[in-house]
């Protein structure tokens, strides 16, 4: 940008800016787009094999192109094929059937046996090589995913491995609680004592009341969990309980009324009912400025009201708004009765949101409903991909405004196979209308030319004001918007695929829909995981057992986790192999650098029997404090690191206290 200033400012006229395109490069590069910004490498990194595709696809285009010159360039009725040039040019227009049968019809009128040429032609092309390229595509798409989610595990693992050895050195091979706690205050200082408690015990499968390495590897997804409180008394989702005597009956009925099946029947009658006067309506033209008024719009509208208002009352706020489908009928409801209370002339918008009620058609049929769960499911996800083609689009419309604004107006095009679509009579088509005469406008020109439906007739319009070199620019859109249109498929084909092979993976007791549920019982004798010392934990408030429930929702890595499983086995047995490897690579050179320190290692002997002390109460903080601090905070800042480095120790001489064996850290 600097060097391009520079140039402006010597020439001191306009020239074509090339850096204007680059402009989205800075919005990719902040931390709000780290999301696109993970796509975009994705999609770099499986370009190779795409552009190999592309490659073997303009190849078998340029064969065809020459065939086809030798075989109708006789032809002077057929202006397709007149050149080599055009004969590539309709041929590459072919591939998106925008022109076919048209450019079919001058040879067959001539050869019967012309149809052949281009059947093989779009055969090899169109079902074949397109296809594969969509294969490719998503084949790249799904490698690339499983090689992110494979670094990812193993990172985990590998942050978990450290944070062991760090806090139980080369001597322990159990971590107690106290310095498990203090672990996940460090990493999340919200947490409470009650989830501490919930989550050690979940991952502490053993019921040793010390966690092992392999039990501290779920670390990532348990901590994840929101735990709650679960009352055997309101077991039945009776959040009504403390509610007066009166209304707690009133809303109890409400209650078993919507878990009746009959209530669900009326509701799905009501909802078909609904679309049928609809559609009756939309059919006669009976859709007026007070449609919204009629009799049966206010009678669905009250129905629709009355069930959304008696499921809050049953099952409650909090249960009722954290399903999506209730969600989706609430705001349908909301705004029905806006378009109800829709008097005056600025509100008729929402009376155009009333066909939304069809879409509750979709909840009668489950798999309609997997399908709309994939979509919510892959809105973030294609939120990052939506990002990314705006940032396509507007490198190309920049490019196309410095090339091609106000060149196409109507009654252009004079004298070119496609002046009609250009002229400026009534009855015209308005194609003048996809210019590049501002950024919007190429927008819109732009997804034309992705839709590919008459697309060369916009190129031809441009290149009859310009030059021949203009169809470069929209060939090379085509191929990017290919790429592009296959990777958001790739995008769609991974998450439904996961998803339906995660529901058949499902047991019975995990149908929880997009939730992950964990139960958890603790009693009064669990008040100390760590029966070393009593004082780490305090007892419970409840004198009897103590029931929790954790719920988190279920990721794409819980998928991954699924599917990949005998793979992650073979994963994590590399990676331990690879990590005993560096462990006895790093014994060996700390054995040769202690055998030339004699003076360091007798100190280093001495202090080893000042921590077996230190570990058997002898020490000064034995109970788990390091100068006033927390036993993790002290091995976590530089309390086992930075404090063994100064004594010349390893950390298998690190008291459980977490500072050195002589007590100081």
């Not at 409801?333 to 066909?355: D, K, M």
Request: with cysteine.
């Amino acid at each position: 940008m600097v060097t391009e200033a520079i140039t402006v400012a010597v020439r001191e006229k306009s020239h074509f800016r090339i850096t204007r395109c680059l402009r989205p490069l800075f919005l990719l590069d902040s931390y709000y787009c780290m999301g696109a910004r993970r796509v975009a490498r994705q999609i770099v990194q499986s370009l190779p094999p795409i552009l190999d595709m592309i490659m073997l696809l303009l190849f078998v285009m340029l064969i065809f192109s020459i065939f086809g010159y030798f075989l109708f360039s006789e032809n002077k009725d057929d202006r397709n094929f007149s050149t080599f040039k055009n004969s590539f040019v309709s041929l590459f227009i072919l591939v998106t059937t925008a022109n076919y049968p048209d450019v079919m019809m001058p040879a067959y009128n001539k050869y019967e046996w012309a149809p052949a040429f281009f059947i093989i032609y779009l055969s090899i092309t169109l079902y074949i090589l397109l296809n594969l390229l969509t294969a490719v595509v998503y084949s790249t798409f799904q490698e690339f995913e499983k090689k992110k989610f494979r670094k990812l595990l193993l990172h985990q693992r590998e942050a978990v491995r450290k944070m062991f050895n760090l806090l139980c050195g080369t001597r322990r091979t159990s971590l107690p609680f106290i310095h498990f706690r203090g672990v996940l205050r460090y990493y999340r200082p919200s947490v409470d004592d009650v989830s501490c408690r919930c989550l050690f015990k979940v991952l502490n499968v053993s019921g040793s009341c010390r966690l092992s390495l392999e039990e501290c590897f779920p670390l990532y997804e348990a901590i994840l969990l929101r735990w709650s409180k679960v009352d055997d008394s309101m077991e039945a989702v009776t959040w009504y309980s403390r509610l007066p005597r009166p209304l707690w009956s009133f809303v109890r009925v409400i209650h078993r009324i919507i878990d009746n099946r009959f209530f669900h029947y009326f509701i799905t009658l009501s909802i078909v009912t609904n679309c049928v006067f609809m559609l009756v309506d939309a059919s006669l033209g009976q859709v007026s400025q007070n449609a919204a008024n009629s009799v049966a719009s206010v009678i669905f509208t009250t129905i629709y009201t009355m069930e959304a208002s008696m499921k809050i009352l049953g099952q409650g706020p909090r249960q009722y708004f954290a399903n999506s489908w209730n969600v989706f009928d609430f705001g349908i409801v909301v705004t029905s009765l806006i378009g109800l209370l829709a008097e005056t002339s600025h509100l008729r918008f929402f009376l155009v949101l009333r066909p939304l009620r069809l879409l509750r058609l979709l909840e009668l049929k489950k798999r309609y409903q997997d399908i709309m769960a994939t979509l919510f499911v892959l809105l973030p996800r294609m939120a990052n991909v939506g990002l990314l083609l705006i940032v396509f689009f507007y490198f190309f419309a920049i490019i196309g405004m410095e090339f091609f604004s106000f060149k196409v107006k109507p009654g252009c095009c004079q004298n070119s196979p496609v002046s009609d679509y250009y002229s400026a009579s009534p009855d015209t088509v308005y194609y003048y209308l996809n210019s590049f005469d501002n950024v919007l406008r190429s927008f819109v020109t732009l997804f034309e030319l992705m839709v590919v439906n008459n697309w060369f007739v916009i190129m031809d319009g441009f290149v009859s004001e310009t030059s021949e070199w203009a169809r470069v620019y929209f060939m090379l859109f085509y191929l990017m918007s290919l790429m592009v249109v296959n990777i958001v498929v790739a995008f769609i084909l991974d998450a439904f695929l996961f998803r339906i092979a995660s529901q058949r993976e499902r047991d019975d007791a995990e149908l929880e829909g997009d939730l992950s549920l964990v139960e958890v019982s603790l009693c009064p004798e669990e008040k100390s995981f760590d029966r070393r010392d009593s004082s780490a934990l305090e007892p419970l408030s409840a004198p009897v057992e103590t029931r929790f429930k954790g719920l988190r929702r279920r990721t794409k890595a819980d998928l991954s986790l699924m599917m990949y499983r005998d793979e992650i086995k073979e994963w994590c047995q590399e990676a331990d192999r690879s990590t005993k490897g560096a462990s006895s690579s790093d014994t060996s050179a700390e054995n040769l650098t202690m055998a030339s320190l004699p003076a360091v290692r007798s100190q280093t002997s001495l202090l080893a029997v000042a921590s077996s002390d230190g570990d058997n109460g002898g020490g000064g903080d034995g109970g788990g404090k390091v100068h006033g601090r927390s036993a993790v905070e002290g091995s976590g800042n530089r309390g086992a690191s930075a404090g063994c480095c100064r004594c010349a120790i390893s950390h298998r001489d690190v008291g459980e206290d977490g500072g050195c064996g002589r007590g100081g850290g």
